[in-house]
Nanobody, 118 residues
Framework: QVQLVESGGGLVQAGGSLRLSCQVS????????MGWFRQAPGKERELVGS????????NYADSVKGRFSISKDNAKSTVHLQMNSLEPDDTAVYYC???????????WGQGTQVTVSS
């Protein structure tokens, strides 16, 4: 059974940075995709970005391009989301998820709160 555990959320001022981590345990299919999602109060969950388990393919939502970056530490089975130049609109609960390309997410983490103050 795959388990995902996020960490690194917190309160930061606008313009600041945070680094989220998603610790992956269990057996991950090599063709899986890891995604970072976020859900703000009253809004639907949205994709922030994704990285293939191989680490070769990375994609970002337009709203975070140039500010956020995703990386993967193979040795620690951890996926990171580096968030720079944070804005109040980035305030949300951030989740990591895993699944196969083109299919729904199979596994979710519990989420970590990110709050950006103006």
């Amino acid at each position: 059974q795959v388990q995902l555990v996020e960490s690194g959320g917190g309160l930061v001022q606008a313009g600041g940075s945070l680094r989220l981590s998603c610790q992956v345990s269990g057996v991950i299919i090599s063709t899986s995709v890891m995604g970072w999602f976020r859900q703000a109060p009253g809004k639907e969950r949205e994709l922030v970005g994704s990285i293939s388990w191989s680490g070769l393919t990375i994609n970002y939502a337009d709203s975070v391009k140039g500010r956020f970056s995703i990386s993967k530490d193979n040795a620690k089975s951890t996926v990171h989301l580096q968030m720079n130049s944070l804005e109040p609109d980035d305030t949300a609960v951030y989740y990591c998820g895993s699944g196969l390309p083109g299919q729904s997410i199979d596994h979710w983490g519990q989420g970590t709160q990110v709050t950006v103050s103006s």
